[in-house]
């Protein structure tokens, strides 16, 4: 299993196309096998300077299945709906490790993203942001 987290502000005046994106994205996410582990406002920061008000975690089998929603025609449609009621969007694709593989896995170089792309963590402050991960993806699904 891998999830997707999402992390944005819904824009002011733009409440209604939110909505309206959130019913038509459900049945798409479902045919895709998709879950949605939970949906909410955060409440509080505990660390860190991220501060968007909405989060969604959702949960897919394979990362093919990712990827075919993310490709899915039906979704690229309803995805103009999300993209222009929402701001401040960070999308992180998660895939779990075992503990005692942790290790190994963080001196390795580079990793490959949900839909096998290459991607790059940069070292702190090349590009403004400390070990952010660059390259091509899926950074356009859930």
Same mark, same amino acid.
């Given at each position: 299993?891998?999830?997707?987290?999402?992390? $944005?502000?819904?824009?002011?005046?733009?409440?209604?196309?939110?909505?309206?994106?959130?019913?038509?994205?459900?049945?798409?996410?479902?045919?895709? =096998?998709?879950?949605?582990? $939970?949906?909410?406002?955060?409440?509080?920061?505990?660390? =860190?300077?991220?501060?968007? =008000?909405?989060?969604?975690?959702?949960?897919?089998?394979?990362?093919?299945?990712?990827?075919?929603?993310?490709?899915?025609?039906? $979704?690229?449609?309803?995805?103009?709906?999300?993209d222009g009621a929402t701001a401040n969007y960070v999308m992180l694709v998660l895939e779990g490790l075992p503990m005692e593989e942790a290790a190994a896995h963080l001196v390795g170089a580079g990793t490959r993203d949900a839909c096998g792309e290459r991607s790059v963590t940069t070292p702190a402050g090349t590009d403004g942001r400390p070990g952010h991960a660059n390259g091509a993806g899926v950074e356009d699904a859930g």
């Open positions: 299993m891998i999830a997707v987290l999402n992390l $944005f502000d819904v824009v002011a005046g733009r409440e209604a196309m939110y909505a309206e994106y959130l019913r038509r994205v459900r049945p798409l996410l479902e045919r895709h =096998g998709a879950r949605v582990l $939970f949906y909410g406002a955060t409440r509080a920061r505990l660390l =860190g300077s991220c501060g968007q =008000g909405y989060c969604g975690i959702i949960a897919y089998e394979t990362h093919e299945d990712l990827c075919r929603f993310s490709r899915d025609p039906e $979704f690229l449609e309803v995805r103009r709906l999300r």
